[in-house]
């Protein structure tokens, strides 16, 4: 069951809420307000498509909201129930961008890519958009379309909607692969009629006889190269020997030359090392020595550095504090002068003083206002009275009425020109009272500003007075530092001068042990230099069998590539008359077979064209019980006893059973019935065959049911959605402008509204 639906910026919907109901759901409003668009969003947000989008007659940049203004994206949300559990879908489209998607199952998420999420959604519904489309969703003012569509037309349309529509598909596939094999084998056939078989087995004998004798030739040749090449190889290892045994003979002469030179050049080296009289051991112990004096001066370096860098640090701390007090003392100097005339409780008594003087200015003002208002009252009353007083309603003559007039006036006057000076007097000592009060309120902020540097001066004078101490202490460190460093400058020249003593007697001792290896060395190589024995004649003869072997070879050579020449184009040959051989025993094989699969094809044809009519017998019968059923709680007439769609070679008719006199016909409704009637017939007919291609129907959407239905249809209608159509779908949205519509009973009524004049948003109320 759809629970609910959320819309953001969707066409006209800028945001929107609607909760359904199980049962009838009833969307109303006038042509343009919305209805048909909350309908295509639920079949957008379950199957990321609907008719008008899949049909490409619009893009999805125009789903996005343009009125009143252009919105950036469009977002879809539904929430619906399964088997007890709550699904939500959220489908989000992007202006000139990707679009999103998600699925989400009692609160976690399922799937976020928009095919996975379709894939979801159709495994739980067990349907697809294609089926939902034909069998949910019947789309506006398309309940009779099939009606007014041409004969060949109407059979595909219904066709389509029964999901016959692939068996035809097939036949037409297949009567198209029948006539095209038929056509290859004929071609095919008049390939082989045109070629001799026989000289051509004839031709492929005489080239394999000639193609064996030559192979045989070619044998005989390739044994003697062997023998030729292997006594070739057999001189050439001989004479790599004899060359390789001359080559390391020069090669030692080379190197007993350079071992020499070595040899004289390390005995010069230790001529100019002068190592006498020195003791390594000493040296090295005097070395551990000074390192020892080394690691001490730096240790104490490294300490009296902290020890400064420490005292360093407490004397700019020192300094930056003593310049924050210097600087706090001569604010609060400054603060004290800026108040040293002033006495604040003088000033609050005078602030006193005003105010009370002001109440009182206020008090007077109120007074003679409402003097003043009483004296126009009066004046009022006396112009009404023209012979007697207002207040003690004696007699008055035309001359005392005009003098007390005359005075009255008067006064008012005067009480005006006293309110204006006390209204200016009053303006006057509020301003006075509020600069007062401003510089009471700064003079306080000054007295409190000054308790807050209380005491600075005795701690400058405390941090004055250390300063000079720690700048002595650090000048002590410094000069100890001077002294560590010139003592550890000295021990460290010393030690540099005991490492290149060590240095060079151990150079000295590594000469000499480099001399005795070269000596060894030498006298090796000198005996190995005695014992080769190299015959040059013998390299030469060596050298005169390759030459007159290879020319042998080179002959060889030359015959065989020759033959292997002839051989490689009667070879060509052979497998040019073979492939054609093959070719035209691949083709009789391939006429046999395609004749065998025509057979077969032919026969599936067949199959199909029974199957097709089988099924749409049992479809349309299927449909039919249902109308049979239907139409009686729909139709408020006796005149029409039932429906029936008939199933004709080439079209299809909906047909109405009357009675005429004594005879029981069926009669097409295009015929007979008024426009209600029609659009009754075409209602009854969709839900028949939503019910027959969806078994398990939970849902079923009709936008404008009611077109051309007349007064009583629609009463019929209403009472079907109130009282029959819940008991067979779940839960059925109806799409209307009918206002009787809201007569359904237990249905959910939901008000579509839109400023169409101002380009305003769809406005959703429920009644």
Known sequence: MIKSIDLINWKTHRHSHMDFQKGVNVLIGIMGAGKSSVMDAI????????????????????????RPSLAEFSEVKLTFEIDGNIYLVTRKLNMNASSEARIEKNGAYLQTQPERVTEVIEQLLKLDYDTFSRAVYAHQNQLEYFLDLPKSERKRSIDQMLGLDNFSIA????????????????AEEQTIAKIDINALKLQISNLGEEHLTYSKNQSELYEKKVKIESEIKSLQQKLQ????????????????????AKVNSIEEELKKINISGLNATEIKDSLKEVENIERNEESNIIKLREIEKNLTKEITTLESDIRHLSEDVKKSEILKASVANKDLKSLENELKLLDETHNLKKADLISKRNEKKETEKWLVEIEKHTGSCPLCEQALDQKARSTIIEMRHALKDQLGAQIIAVEKEILLAEQRILKMR?????????????????????KLIVLEEKKPQLIASNEEVLEKINKTESVLKTTR????????????????NAYSEKLEEYKKLLLKKETEFKLILVDERAIYLNQEDITKNSTIFAEINSKINSNATYIKNIDAQLKEKNLEYKRIKDISSRIESRQNILNNMNRFKQALIETEASL???????????????WPQLYPYSDYKGLRLYAKSDDYSLEANIIDGSNDTWVSIDSIASGGERSLSCLTMRIALSMVIVPNLKWIILDEPTHNIDSNGIEKIVNVFGNNLPKIVDQIFVITHDEAMRQIGGAAIYQLERNKALNGATEVSTI
């Open 43 to 66: 079949s957008y947000a379950l199957f990321g498509t609907f008719p008008i989008l899949n049909q490409k007659r619009i893009t999805t940049n125009n789903i996005i909201m343009n």
């Open 171 to 186: 036949e037409e596939n297949a009567t198209s692969f029948i006539n095209n094999t038929r056509s290859l084998i004929s």
């Open 241 to 260: 020997k004899l060359k390789d045994e001359n080559e390391r003979k020069k090669s030692i002469d080379r190197e007993i030359i350079t071992i020499k």
């Open 438 to 458: 401003i510089d009471i309120e700064q003079i306080r902020k000054v007295v409190d500003r000054i308790k807050e540097y209380e005491g600075v001066e005795k």
């Open 493 to 508: 020249a010393k030690k540099e001068q005991l490492k290149s003593i060590i240095e060079k007697i151990e150079r000295s």
């Open 616 to 630: 749409r017998n049992n479809l349309v019968s299927a449909v039919n019980n249902i109308m049979y059923s239907l």
